[in-house]
């Protein structure tokens, strides 16, 4: 068995039809049914998840296992549980609101050839393409920070830093063999603490990047414009963790900044202060210091409210029009 499709679940009714019917659609030799499976781990979903999966199961035209949780262990320990399950030398982190583009998985067990650690794909949203693995070299050897930095400086997006997980690949025994501490499992994006800390204790890491597309998040609202408090507080919280607790590389800690920075455009910077707690704020100012945002951006406004609220209604009309 060459590829598991790992599939962490929680009341995805309405979107891992699709996503099932994306991989089916793409097993169209015997070999390619031999060498590839889905594993899906539910999360103890209250909605109609488990008769969907159930539907594939009994059609039977994938290898496919399915696990139903008595209680929500959460996302990391889900992840976690379904590459231990899975029985393919390569794992794919697939979130269950996307969908798998034409030829994708075909792209994958090719690249699988070469035995890098890590396979990275880039992403469509919104019909335009992400480069999450950027333009550049296609076969990465990291094992010094010159090496690392190299690699980082394709990147305007922290979705490219391992963290979008239906973009990556991981070699399971890669995966498997981690020292990571059993403390970070649990955290949202473990696969991405889980890569860092191989760099960190000095394990040459082997990425492939792909340079296309391999799967579809839709026309929905992604991590980019929706509920930007939450995500640049987990954004800016792991980037923080990484960089101080894991590699303790201050050159690192900028470059992240920068990354960080980048995506929070002055709009979506201000709508997320609006919504982050003054206790939080004054913890995170600290960090965004040290990245060298500005004092203005740093400043709590009374107007940030209004810039959100104006925000989330012109998000609300491009649904609108968009429908």
């Known amino acids: 068995m060459i590829l598991s499709i790992c599939i962490p679940t929680y009341n995805r009714a309405k979107t891992i039809g699709a996503l099932l019917d994306s991989i089916e659609k793409q097993i169209t ?33 994938v290898k496919l296992r399915y696990f139903s949780r008595e209680t929500n262990v959460g996302f990391g320990r889900n992840i976690s549980d379904a590459i231990d399950n899975a029985s393919g030398a390569y794992c794919w982190l697939m979130g269950s609101d996307d969908v798998i583009l034409d030829g994708a998985i075909s792209n994958m067990l090719s690249a699988t050839k070469l035995a890098p650690d890590i396979v990275m794909g880039n992403v469509l949203t919104n019909g335009i393409e992400r480069k999450l693995s950027g333009d550049g070299r296609k076969l990465w050897r990291i094992d010094t920070d010159s090496e690392l ?12 830093l391992f963290a979008f997980i239906s973009s990556l690949v991981v070699r399971r ?39 296309v597309p391999v799967v579809d998040t839709g026309n929905e609202e992604n991590e980019l414009t929706a509920k930007v408090a939450r995500h640049f507080s987990l954004d800016l919280e792991t980037l923080d963790f990484v960089s101080r607790v894991i ?56 107007f940030d409210d209004f810039i959100l609220v104006a925000y989330l209604f012109c998000k609300f009309l491009k649904r609108i029009v968009r429908s």
């Open 29 to 61: 030799t015997s070999w390619i049914a031999e060498n590839v499976e889905v594993v899906i781990f539910d999360n103890a979903s209250t909605d109609e998840t488990q008769e969907i999966v159930h539907r594939f199961l009994a059609a039977g035209r």
């Open 173 to 211: 025994d890669f995966w498997i063999n981690s020292p990571m501490p059993v403390e970070f499992i649990p955290h949202p994006y473990t696969h991405m603490l889980r890569i860092f800390y191989a760099l960190a204790i000095g394990e040459e890491v082997v990425i492939y990047s792909l340079n």
């Open 247 to 302: 590699l303790q590389n201050n050159a690192v800690d900028l470059e992240f900044g920068r990354i960080f920075l980048t995506i929070y455009s002055r709009l979506k910077f201000r709508c997320a202060r609006a919504g982050v707690s003054k206790k939080d704020w004054e913890r995170y100012v600290l960090t965004l210091s040290r990245w060298g945002c500005s004092k203005n951006l740093l400043k709590k406004s009374v």
């Open 149 to 160: 930095f190299h690699f980082f400086k394709q990147f305007t997006e922290i979705s490219s």
